[in-house]
């Protein structure tokens, strides 16, 4: 039998979105192509080794695209393939969840400190 992990969903999903920074940035290309830079001034306190290892992993699993741009200085442009809108669409409803239970989230984090 399969590894669980490959053939739940639940867990494939997560396996391309678990990490600290791809659901931001998935979330900003979602509104849009981003080049390198403004994805990082936009995303904040994220280093470009780090937001460059996190763009590849999502070009590996298919769900963001980079184009390079001719042109000096070379300009390279990030934006989400088709897989990745679709999977922009099924973020959105947990970014809903997200704000509809921070009070109870901030709370409970509250609670245990």
């Not at 990490?19 to 931001?24: A, D, F, G, I, Y």
């Not at 763009?55 to 042109?71: A, F, H, I, T, Y």
């Not at 393939?81 to 984090?109: C, F, I, K, Q, Y």
Request: with cysteine; glycine share 10%; aromatic share 6%.
């Amino acid at each position: 039998m399969s590894d669980p992990d490959e053939t739940c969903g639940v867990n494939v999903a997560f396996a391309v979105v678990g990490s600290k920074w791809k659901p931001t940035i998935l979330w900003l290309l979602g509104q849009g192509p981003r080049r390198f830079g403004a994805l990082r001034r936009e995303i904040g306190p994220v280093s470009e080794k780090v937001l460059a290892a996190q763009l590849r992993e999502l070009q590996r699993d298919g769900v963001v695209s980079r184009r390079e741009q001719p042109g000096f200085p070379l300009h390279v442009e990030y934006s989400l393939t088709e897989h990745g809108r679709a999977l922009d669409a099924a973020l959105a409803p947990l970014a809903d969840w997200g704000d509809a239970h921070l009070e109870v989230l901030s709370g409970a984090s509250a609670d245990a400190s």
